[in-house]
Each structure stands twice: as structure tokens, then as C-alpha cells.
């Protein structure tokens, strides 16, 4: 169970319907569900559905500008796989 939204407005000291917008959000990407007279309720399968919608933004709006950038800087992939491997290695010391 997650928090109420009348408990998140008041703790993140925001407007009532800013909480319910984002819980709808939420809710329309099916990340949680609403118990009538429970409560919030985050999906078995959220993590995987949060995943694949960001993947779904970067894919669709972030990705396009790198490569843009690549291609007008005229920088080898060879050189982006090199940095990539290596700021895994530098930050994601578990993998």
C-alpha cells in the first residue's frame, strides 16, 4: 500500500489535484492500482512497466539528440562503446 494522496499533498506540501494527476498517471500506466476504500496499490509488475516507459521516453526523445550530436561531431561509435564500457565499470561496481 502506497500513501494517500490527501497525506502526500500534505507532507510535499502541494495541491491536492498535483497528487492526483500523478497517482492517475500512475494508475493509467498501470504502476498502481486503486482498492476503493483501501487504498494505492503498487503493481506486482511496476518496476517492469516503469522501465519500459522510460525506455519508451529516452528511445523517443533523448536518443535522437545523441545521435545527432555523434553525427555532427563526427565521433566514432568505437570511441562511444569504449566510454560507455568504462563509465559502467566506474559507476555500476555490482554488474
Given at each position: 500500500k502506497i500513501i494517500s494522496i490527501r497525506e502526500l499533498a500534505v507532507s510535499m506540501e502541494v495541491n491536492l489535484n498535483t497528487i492526483q494527476r500523478a497517482y492517475d498517471f500512475?494508475?493509467?500506466r498501470e504502476?498502481?492500482?486503486n482498492k476503493r476504500g483501501?487504498?494505492?496499490f503498487v503493481e506486482d509488475?511496476?518496476?517492469e512497466r516503469i522501465l519500459a516507459f522510460r525506455r519508451e521516453q529516452f528511445m523517443e526523445n533523448e536518443l535522437p539528440v545523441f545521435?545527432?550530436?555523434i553525427y555532427l561531431l563526427?565521433?566514432?561509435l568505437e570511441e562511444i562503446k569504449t566510454r560507455f564500457e568504462q563509465f559502467?565499470?566506474?559507476?555500476?561496481?555490482?554488474?
Open positions: 500512475l494508475q493509467q504502476i498502481i492500482t483501501i487504498g494505492y509488475d511496476a518496476m545521435l545527432r550530436n563526427k565521433i566514432d559502467v565499470k566506474d559507476n555500476f561496481k555490482n554488474n
